[in-house]
Each structure stands twice: as structure tokens, then as C-alpha cells.
């Protein structure tokens, strides 16, 4: 047992030199797709259906499917085509990183874009209406009234769909990307011990989800400031 | 005294809501300066009526016309009857992420574009007249019932208008803070408001109404002078709801 | 297109093999899922932190990584006590279904233990009262009238914990389960068309999350039918 325990610790540097990465995929998509996800959500709300279904289609596909899938898809299956191989696009599809960020971005994108939905819908009907009593256009309504409100109700579960991002980087290891799965494959492959090797991976993992909670939680605190119960 | 020149007219208004008629054959004519008080049993239509004066609603037939403006599916329409009419909510409607000073400012910048210094001291002397001027850097939910409603009604005034309408402004309160609301709205009527307001409350019919109108299954039945209307009511329809309210 | 001759069978059979997975994994999943509520939710400060921390392990932890963990670590475990009885024996491990299924109904188990518990703290109690006034017991009162009533909350977020479920039955293939992925990689590398493999696995999934989402909506309005208002 023993052994067991130094294993777990010795291999947590070999680990922790694919943190670099795993944070990297996580900031990257993560902000790529809140703005993919607003620009979503503006079109599903907009009430033209020109907007609304291409929106909710996109919603449909990457929600209703593995991210798995999705990460195969683009990484294996898009070199099939001899167009994309030709085209500028190629330059970012080439790389497993290019292929891991576009899909971690377009899946929470789909997920985001129904969590900030989900905001606006909870937003009370009242508050509207006296916004359009006083005079307020439908823009105003939404800048003002709106908005504000709908992120505070958004935060718990966007803080849900970022810790499921970072649990959803560690599938890249599957097409070749070394984040910290992927260093933790090298080292079970080295050592023939995967226990404890993939115990320390799942102790870092809870740590980095233990910070980005506290991270929302002093946010939502912020943005709560104006309740009191 | 009022002027006897209209500024809300309904003409032959019908409202549907699916196959339910809410409102059937609406005629009402209201003068400036008027306080016109609408009662009547639950889904008579009383709150879908003034809801259709600010457009809140869409009246499916008949003509609204208030303060000149003719309602229709134009947003010019629209917003320029908006700019006449002021209304407060059963539910208060605050903003619940703005203070109450931001509460009142909102409206008057965005729409009259009226720089911050005006709408900050247009919005205190608003909070002065219903009396609570030291709540204005607090949240709303700091605030009780009460308050909140004349807040309300404060946020209402910071736009001027020449109506204000009020949707049942005391059914959600606790009856002890049920007068400080009703003692402000009669301020404001013995200013010369001209005001609908939709209510239960017959001791501020009696007070201050000019005329109470009636209204039962979407139409209306009666309307009177209060001491007419209360003594010596002449449908049927309105004895019985008289006498249920009135029971106890 | 026609590089798929051939591999519709294996493609039919590997959904099977996903179905099955689902099922097993579903009702494990609703298991976890009440005994941790009630863990959570009982008086007993041990089972407490027990489904705290279980709740807060495998909602933290990529679920790749604990398919990892459990298949290795299960083998590793039961090798270990079959050892004790037969020292010839290497290597004992779980089929990959086995494990699989087990791994990510416990992952999905771990957020329906939130679900439930919210559901069942969600209860008008007053309900609760009436019935125990009319003198339903303890156990009646649960099964009457508590349960219905806590699932009528659950019922959205369950319908989401379901689809999860589906969607990590893919992940399944990592650790060597014969589904969908599985043979959609094989296929690739006899046919050199990653894309047309995938992308069926891709509608494969689609048409399962569509069934499950269309299922939840019409159990969601039968279980609302009394709340319907008439005019």
C-alpha cells in the first residue's frame, strides 16, 4: 500500500505538465463558446424563423449527441474530404488542437446558448410589462431588464456546463493531444499501475472543480447582492 | 371640477383570448380630470380592459383613443399612448437588480433621453410626495409592501403622465399598509390626476371616485356616481356583487 | 454511401448493445440516485458525508476517467480477492458491459441524487400533513402520495439525467465495449471513411436522445393532467 501511496504522488508532476493544456482547451472554448452561445440564443429568440431554426437545429444536433462523437467527427471524419483537406480550413483542422477546441466550443456552445435561455425565460413577466408601461422599447427591455437578471438565474447552471467542459477536455487524449489524460496514459503505459495513476489525474481534476465552484460562487454572491431574504 | 373634454374613449371594443370573449361591446368615455373607479366579480374583464388602454393587451375589435392618439399595431401608436399613461401593478413590477433612485431614473433616460442630474432630482421630489425619500439608495426587496407600491407609483410619475391606471394596487398588500397606498393615490386625484383605477376597495370608491363603473363578464353593466352606484343600484348583477362584497 | 454495405448489420447489432447498456445502466442509475437522496436527506450524519462525497467525486471527475478507474480498478480489486481463493489466478476483470454500465450510472446516479433529494424536499408538505390527518402511514403517505408528487418535479431533470446517460454510453468504447463507436472505428479502417462511420453513429445517437426526449414529454404531460386548467 505503501508503494501505492508514493506512486499516486510521483506521478503528479508527469501530470501536471499537461495542465497547461487542459486549461488552455478550457479557456479557450469556454470563452469561444459564450460568445458562439449568445449569438445562438440572440437568433432563437429573435422570432424570425430564418434565425430561430438554424439555431435550433444546431441546439438539436450537438446536444442530442456524444461529444465523443462530435470530437471523431471533426477530428477523424473531416479529413475525408478532399475539399476541406484543400481549403484554408485545413490549417486549423490539421492540428488535434484545432479539431479539440472547435469541438468543445460548438458542444457547449449548444448548452450554453439553452442555459442562457432558460435566464431569459425565467425573467418575471411583470418586470416587462411595467418596462413597457413606463415607455421602455423592446431593446431597452432587453438591455436592462432583461439581461441583468437573466445571468444572475443563469449562473448556477453555467457553473455546471464550465466543470462539464473541463470533464469534457480530457477526451481529447483520444485523438493524440497531450492534457493531463494524456500524460496520465503515458504514465500508466510506463508503469503498469493505472489505480493509482488515474487516482491522482481524479484528485488534480477535483481540485481544478473545487476552484472553478468557489469562483462561481463568489460571483453569484456579487451579482446577488440586491436580495435579501 | 373636470373639464369635460375626453381623454380615454372606447368605442365598441371586443377582446378574445382564444374562443373566451374577455371583453364584449366596451363603451366608456373618461374626461380629464375624471377618477373613474372599475369593480367587479374575478375575470369580469376589469384588469383586461385598462390593460388594453396601454396596449398591454391587443383589442381584437372597437377603437381606443387616448389623449387623441388612436391605439393601433403601430409601434408610434403605441409608444405615444404610452407617453400619456402611467400605470402600477397588483404586483409592483420593481426592478429588483436597480435601487430604488435607479427604479425611478430608468425610464426617463432611456425614453426622454432626460440627463442624469434632472431625472435624480425629478425622481427625488417624486419619492418626497409619496413620502419616502430616505429609501432611495436601497433594493427593493429592502423594502416593505407598502413601500414598494409607492415606489411604484412614484416610478409611474417620473414620466408625467396625464392618465394613471391602476391594476388592483392593494390586493397584494397586508391590510395595515393598505392606507398609506390608498392615501397617496388620493393625493394624487385631489391634484387633478385623471386615473382608472381597478380596485376593491369601496371606501376609496366612495371618497374619491367621480363615477364607478361596474363590470361583469366583459361588459359593463353600470356606471354611476358613487353615492347612485352604492345606494341605489339598478341591475341585478350589481346588487348581488354588492351585497357579497358589502356582507361583512 | 456504399462503403456501408456490409456494415449495417454490425451497426444494428452495436446499437443493440447500446440499448442494453441503457437500460442496465438506467435502472442502476435510479437506484444510486434514491439511495443517495435518502442518504442525504436522512438524519444520519455518516450516510451524509458518504453521499456528499459521492456526489462531489463523480460530479468532479471526468467520466472517461472513471470508466478508467472502475474497469482497472475493478479488476485490480476482484483479482485481488480471487487471488485469496486461487492464487494460480492472474487477472479477473468485469466485462467491459458490466463495468460500463456500473460506471456511468453511478456518474449519472451522482447528479439524480440531487435531483431526487431537491424533488423530495420539493413536496408541499402540507399534502404530507393532510394525509397523515386522514390517517395514511408513514409508508402509505410515501408511496401515495410523496412519490407521485416527487416525481412530477423530478421529471424534467430526470428526462436530462437520461439523456446523459445515453450519451456516455459512447464513452463505453474506450474501454473495449463492441458498440457503435467501436464498430464505426473498425469500419474506418476497412473502408477509409471516417466521416460516413461517424457521422451514422452520430444519427444513431440523435434518433435515441430524440425517442428519450419525446418519451419524457408525453410522461411529463400525463403526470401533469390534474394541474391542467379548464376554462
Known sequence: MGESVDLIIESIPQILMGLGLTLELLFLSGILGLMLAITVLLMRISGNPLLTWPAMIYIYIFRGTPILIQIFIIYYGLSQFEWIRESILWTLLREPFGCGILALTLNTGAYVSEILRGGVLGVDRGLLEAGSALGLSKRHRFIYITTPIAVRLAIPAYSNDVISLMKSTALVSTITLLDMMGYARIVYAETYAPYEVFTSLMVIYLIITWIIQRAFGLFEKRMSRHIRK | ?248 | MEALTGWWDEFFWGSVVVVEVFFVALILMVLFGLLGAAAKLSDNKLAQKIASGYTIVFRGTPEILVLLLFYFGSAIALTSIAQIFDPEIKYVDIPPFWAGSFAIALIVGSYATETFRGAFQGVDPGQVEAARALGLSNFKTFIYIKTPAMWRLALPPFGNHMLSLIKDTALISVIGLEETVFIAEQATGTTGEPFTMFFLVGLIYLLFSTIITLSVMVLEKYSNKHLEVSN
Open chain 2, 1 to 248: 371640477m373636470s373639464d369635460s373634454e375626453p381623454v380615454i374613449i372606447l368605442k365598441e371594443v371586443d377582446k378574445f383570448f382564444g374562443d373566451f370573449q374577455a371583453l364584449s361591446k366596451i363603451n366608456l368615455i373618461v374626461n380629464k380630470g375624471e377618477r373613474i373607479v372599475v369593480c367587479g366579480p374575478s375575470g369580469s374583464g376589469k384588469s383586461t380592459m385598462i390593460r388594453c388602454i396601454n396596449r398591454l393587451e391587443q383589442h381584437n375589435a372597437g377603437q381606443i383613443i387616448v389623449g387623441g392618439h388612436e391605439l393601433t399595431d403601430q409601434v408610434k401608436d403605441i409608444d405615444a399612448v404610452r407617453r400619456e399613461v402611467g400605470m402600477v401593478f397588483q404586483s409592483f413590477n420593481l426592478f429588483p437588480h436597480l435601487t430604488i433612485i435607479d427604479n425611478l431614473m430608468l425610464a426617463p433616460r432611456l425614453v426622454r433621453k432626460t440627463p442624469k442630474p434632472e431625472a435624480r432630482e425629478k425622481a427625488m421630489s417624486m419619492l418626497e410626495r409619496v413620502r419616502i425619500p430616505e429609501q432611495a439608495e436601497k433594493y427593493p426587496s429592502q423594502l416593505s409592501g407598502g413601500q414598494q407600491q409607492r415606489v411604484a407609483i412614484a416610478r409611474a410619475l417620473c414620466m408625467n403622465p396625464e392618465i394613471m391606471l391602476f391594476d388592483e394596487p392593494t390586493s397584494a398588500l397586508d391590510p395595515e399598509m393598505i392606507n398609506e397606498v390608498l392615501d397617496v393615490m388620493t393625493d394624487l386625484a385631489k391634484e387633478g390626476m385623471t386615473m382608472i383605477c381597478v380596485t376593491h376597495e369601496m371606501g376609496f370608491a366612495r371618497s374619491v371616485a367621480d363615477a364607478v363603473v361596474f363590470m361583469d363578464e366583459g361588459e359593463i353593466v353600470e356606471r354611476n356616481k358613487p353615492e347612485e352606484f352604492f345606494n341605489n343600484p339598478q341591475h341585478e348583477r350589481t346588487k348581488l356583487f354588492l351585497s357579497q362584497i358589502l356582507a361583512h
